[in-house]
């Protein structure tokens, strides 16, 4: 073999090298697991959004009351 004089036994997974290669592989790809499926699912409105939908729930309450008045 042309590469024989390269020992290329620690990049294997039993290897010192090849072993913190998939440790922080594994890392990498439950941080990502967790950014994408649990992050973005979540509802993060702001303080000012939150207000601002709040009034124009309001204000879309008062006009079906403008358009339905109730009758006594």
Known sequence: MIFSSINLNYLSPTGFIGFWILLVGLIFTS???FFVFFRLNKDDA???????TKLAREEQKA??????????
């Open 46 to 52: 702001s303080y000012k959004d939150r207000v601002r």
């Open 31 to 33: 941080s990502m697991f």
């Open 63 to 72: 006009k079906i009351a403008k358009l339905y008045p109730k009758q006594n």
